[in-house]
Nanobody
Framework: VQLQASGGGLVQAGGSLRLACAAS????????IGWFRQAPGKEREFVAA????????LDTISVDSRFIIVRDNAKNTIDLQMNSLKPEDTAIYYC??????????????????WGQGTQVTVSS
């Protein structure tokens, strides 16, 4: 499985960004995609996740109502819509793949495949 994260950039506080995660290879028919972030000097933390089975979304979770994870059928990506951004949201954002749709895990160790990350910088 290969993952490509994109859509990061520089945005002012209060603005929005939409990140996209494109997955290729043998993703399987039942899987989860998680978004995580890591700021300098901090541990990687969970942001949101979505579970998919046979082309349908089973469930989604997010740590913050400002962050919405969705499947974009037109682009064939898993997107993270981020609204009302704050300077503390500045981090590298990663998407990751887990070969299970049974429950949505917030533990990064449960995800095996990772994308390269995309930088999000929120200015005050």
């Amino acid at each position: 499985v290969q993952l490509q994260a994109s859509g990061g950039g520089l945005v002012q506080a209060g603005g929005s960004l939409r990140l996209a995660c494109a997955a290729s290879g043998r993703t399987g028919s039942s899987y989860s995609i998680g978004w995580f972030r890591q700021a300098p000097g901090k541990e990687r933390e969970f942001v949101a996740a979505i579970s998919r089975r046979v082309g349908m979304t089973l469930d989604t979770i997010s740590v913050d109502s400002r962050f919405i994870i969705v499947r974009d059928n037109a682009k064939n990506t898993i997107d993270l819509q981020m609204n009302s951004l704050k300077p503390e949201d500045t981090a590298i954002y990663y998407c990751a793949h887990r070969s299970s749709s049974g429950f949505l895990s917030k533990d990064p160790h449960q995800y095996y495949y990772w994308g390269q990350g995309t930088q999000v910088t929120v200015s005050s």
